[in-house]
């Protein structure tokens, strides 16, 4: 079936460092690729999409590009903040109605 | 504002009791959706609606129940029979269901003692 396989956290970063955090997906067909972010004590929050393949997903700074030839859906962003520290969820959504989320991987960014 | 509004945001019981969770959208979506969040876990589906009266099993449907008499509505309850019902507990809506655009609430926090 549908996978998402996301790396491992805790991802510790300064202020002002590049971030990449990696995604590979497993599906048939043409999937749509998501990532969601989920601050402290909240629920999850849409922050970008592709929906098909060299689609490049942009929101505040972050930015991701669907490869379908390395199935990978990487969140990079070139300066974090304090302020982006949470939880970074990939997704997928094949062709049914259910949407495929990996383990998430926490950020913790320092001043 | 529009959006999703669950409660209670926390929530203790007894082994052996049914608990339910309220989840409500203004927002006008046709789809809703109950996920469960473990730590170090990603989000695993237990059910889901595209249209009201009607809902479909997750993956982990199993001790768990769901109902969808208006659309704005899809309360679950956490049933006895769920052996491990300890968890983060998310509602989510989508406007067009299959699109993976989710919409989520706050969350509620199930803790059996």
């Known amino acids: 079936g549908d996978s998402v396989t996301q790396m491992e956290g805790p991802v510790t970063l300064s202020e002002e460092a590049f971030l990449t955090i990696n995604c590979t997906y497993t599906a048939t067909g043409y999937p749509s690729l998501f990532w969601y972010v989920q601050y402290p004590g909240e629920g999850l929050q849409l922050l970008l999409k592709a929906t098909k393949a060299d689609d490049k997903g942009s929101n505040k700074g972050f930015e991701a590009t669907y490869r379908k030839e390395t199935t990978s859906f990487h969140l990079e962003k070139g300066s974090v903040q304090v302020s982006d520290s949470a939880v970074y969820f990939c997704a997928l959504t094949g062709g049914g109605f259910k949407t495929i989320f990996g383990a998430g991987t926490r950020l913790f960014v320092k001043a | 504002d529009g959006g999703i509004t669950q409660s209670p945001k926390y929530l203790f019981r007894k082994e052996g009791q049914n608990v339910t969770l309220s989840c409500e959208q203004n927002?006008?979506?046709?789809?809703m959706y109950w996920y469960r969040q473990d730590p170090g876990q990603g989000l695993r589906l237990i059910y889901y609606s595209q249209i009201v009266n009607d809902f479909q099993k997750g993956d982990i449907a199993e001790g768990y129940s769901v109902s969808r008499e208006k659309k704005e509505s899809f309360p679950l309850t956490v049933t006895s029979a769920q052996k491990n019902p300890t968890a983060f507990y998310l509602c989510a809506s989508s406007p067009t269901p299959g699109t993976g655009e989710l919409f989520f609430g706050e969350g509620s926090r199930l803790t059996v003692l």
């Open positions: 927002l006008n979506h046709d789809a």
